[in-house]
């Protein structure tokens, strides 16, 4: 069996629990999986055989996978290849992300044998606001790589199966908190439809030294060498401009931050299914 990787990660979570499965799946296994990184651009192979394993993973983004996953793995053939589907999210939820990314390589030919839900810093966590800061941490890393040795043990016995993603769903939030953000979510489209504003990543011209490691790993080229402001018809909020300055020039104050921050600060723990 041959097992390829591909994570979608602009703030580098995804990418380390990815790479913490692949640690788990190599201690226990004669395979060695392939690592390729799909957030800036797409990754050849993209047709595979019943006989492959393919793992993707990537951040929830409003409940769902991130748009940009599908983008990059758009036309591939799965013709009967094995599929695992990790996503990773900021402490809130994952909702509907393993369903729809599962549904999406299904629809590819991929046979969704696991999934996982994985926690990982929130793109809108700053000193102020901490949401999930520091995660995925040691805890984390040792259940990711849990994971990782689960699949080797299914995939050395035979065992590797279709499976309903479906039935994974979310460690539940406490009433109170999912009372605070659903009131917050309903004034901010509110206020959205009378008076609509568009909250883009900024930048301190300031602290900015023009070192250019932002428009690098902008995964939409929204900002890019000519223009440091964002484009606001590319930019995806991914925050991967903000996290990576080392000048701290790059900011975005996003409305969610506050309620995030105060509502989901109870530690969720990672779950999957094989
Ligand atoms: C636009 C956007 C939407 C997000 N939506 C959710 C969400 O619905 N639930 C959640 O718990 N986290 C959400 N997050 C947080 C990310 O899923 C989380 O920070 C993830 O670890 C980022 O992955 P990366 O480091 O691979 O980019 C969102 C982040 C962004 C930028």
Same mark, same amino acid.
């Given at each position: ?7 979608? $990660? ?5 990418? @380390? ?24 651009? +797409?990754?050849?192979? @993209? $047709? ?15 409940? @769902? ?7 990059? %793995? ?19 939820? =994952? ?6 990314? $599962?549904? =999406? ?15 990982g ?19 984390d ?14 995939? $050395? ?10 039935t ?12 605070n ?20 990543? +900024? ?30 018809? @590319?930019c ?15 900011? %975005?104050?996003?409305? =969610? ?6 509502? =989901? ?10």
């Amino acid at each position: 069996m041959i097992i390829t990787t591909f994570a979608f $990660s602009p703030t580098g979570t995804s990418a @380390k629990i990815l790479k913490g499965v692949i640690t788990g799946i190599s201690a226990h296994s004669t395979v060695k999986p392939d690592f390729h990184d799909v957030t800036l651009s +797409e990754a050849a192979p @993209k $047709s595979f055989s019943a006989d492959d394993l393919v793992i993707v993973a990537a951040p929830v983004y409003g409940g @769902k996978i991130a748009p940009l996953l599908k983008q990059r %793995l758009k036309g591939w053939q799965g013709n009967g290849a094995k599929c695992i589907v990790i996503a990773v999210y900021g402490n809130r939820a =994952f909702e509907n992300a393993l369903t729809d990314v $599962s549904e =999406f390589m299904s629809a590819q030919g991929f046979t969704v044998c696991g999934g996982g839900a994985f926690i990982g810093e929130h793109s809108y966590s700053t000193s102020e606001y901490p949401i999930a800061q520091g995660r995925p941490d040691t805890i984390d890393m040792e259940a990711v790589e849990r994971f990782g040795r689960e699949i080797a043990s299914k995939i $050395s016995g035979g065992m590797l199966a279709p499976v309903n993603l479906a039935t994974l769903t979310d460690e539940p939030s406490p009433a109170e908190s999912l009372k605070n953000f659903r009131e917050f979510v309903i004034g901010y489209q509110k206020q959205q439809a009378e008076r609509p504003r568009t909250y883009l990543p +900024e930048v301190d011209l300031q602290l900015c030294d023009g070192c250019g490691v932002c428009y690098s790993v902008c995964p939409t080229e929204a900002i890019t060498e000519e223009s440091h402001s964002a484009d606001p018809t @590319k930019c995806i909020k991914c925050c991967a401009c903000v996290k990576v300055c080392p000048q701290d020039a790059r900011s %975005l104050q996003s409305p =969610f931050a506050p309620v995030l921050s105060a509502n =989901f600060n109870h530690r969720k723990s990672p779950r999957w299914i094989l």
